[in-house]
């Protein structure tokens, strides 16, 4: 699987707020929100990740490989519609949960301290 090093530390996605909200709508279009089928949408998301592996791993250009995340984003955002959850609370809580963790990288891959 191709690697991709930033070269840039700032943020590529700083203003996604239209096209998070454009997404959204486009559930609520569809009525996949209210009457949809949770385990489903679950069951989606594990497949939309394994199309992102098979983009990364067999060497897809990169619109290919990022129309692949950003299927794995819009089932996310399904996911957070469902709840009433913002996109913006989720990464909050995962920011602060990240910021105390520790560890170290193996192979290429950030390991908790407590799965070393």
Known sequence: MKSVKMTNTESRNSDL??????????????????????????????????????????????????KEIGDVITVVINLCERRGYTIEDCLKLTN???????????NGVFVKSEDL
């Open 17 to 66: 707020g239209y096209e998070v909200e454009r997404n959204a709508k486009w559930h609520y279009d569809k009525d996949i929100v209210d009457n949809g089928v949770e385990d489903k949408q679950i069951r989606k998301l594990i497949e939309e990740v394994h199309e992102v592996e098979e983009a990364l791993q067999f060497g897809a250009d990169d619109i290919e490989c990022m």
């Open 96 to 106: 602060d949960k990240l910021s105390k963790r520790t560890g170290k990288k193996v």
